[in-house]
T-cell receptor, first 113, second 111 residues
């Protein structure tokens, strides 16, 4: 699976959009981009994933650049409860078998009141 | 979220004793996973299962064994606990979409 690079930490004002970047310059054609987050002392939570088109769900939007070498997770109206470590994971799911998720260091997002 | 429970949620045990952690799911997910999380190492896969009685090793499987006799239950056993196995253990499940859903975690302390 391709390696990802994320900033160590970011701050965001409550009510504003939080834009979390991820660089995955070595991504291959079969690899999806996944985002998870982990709120302190809880298990990781799936947020969203995509291949090459932008995706949106009730939690967030995922913007993937045309060359697929980077992506941005957008939380449109951040709340204090969105304070968490956000993980960007690139994963090849073409094999059809269960494989582990490789969690890097992630980005600590702190939403400020 | 998938209905995933882990038991116990907290456990303190002594070095050399056997310990079994249980993961139970109500979503009929095919795949189940055990991870451990330690400061400075992030989440690391211990073992996973791709069906009843079908399991495989992950990145850090030494000292751990697993069993899955029913779809809904995945057991992690530390045959002889060591202090290096003090950690937070997370169970996860997934279906074919590969979106993993995690349980609340078990905090294990080996003294």
């Amino acid at each position: 699976d391709a390696k990802t690079t994320q900033p160590t930490s970011m701050d965001c004002a409550e009510g504003r959009a939080a834009n979390l970047p991820c660089n995955h310059s070595t991504i291959s054609g079969n690899e999806y981009v996944y985002w998870y987050r982990q709120i302190h002392s809880q298990g990781p939570q799936y947020i969203i994933h995509g291949l090459k088109n932008n995706e949106t769900n009730e939690m967030a939007s995922l913007i993937i650049t045309e060359d697929r070498k980077s992506s941005t997770l957008i939380l449109p109206h951040a709340t204090l409860r969105d304070t968490a470590v956000y993980y960007c994971i690139v994963r090849d799911v073409s094999s059809g078998s269960a494989r582990q998720l490789t969690f890097g260091s992630g980005t600590q997002l702190t939403v400020l009141p | 979220d998938a209905g995933i429970t882990q038991s116990p949620r907290h456990k303190v045990t002594e070095t050399g004793t056997p310990v079994t952690l249980r993961c139970h799911q109500t979503e009929n997910h095919r795949y189940m996973y055990w991870y451990r999380q330690d400061p400075g190492h992030g989440l690391r896969l211990i073992h996973y299962s791709y069906g009843v009685k079908d399991t495989d090793k992950g990145e850090v499987s030494d000292g751990y064994s697993v069993s899955r006799s029913k779809t809904e239950d995945f057991l992690l056993t530390l045959e002889s606990a060591t202090s290096s196995q003090t950690s937070v253990y997370f169970c996860a499940t997934s279906w074919v979409s590969y979106e993993q859903y995690f349980g609340p975690g078990t905090r294990l302390t080996v003294t």
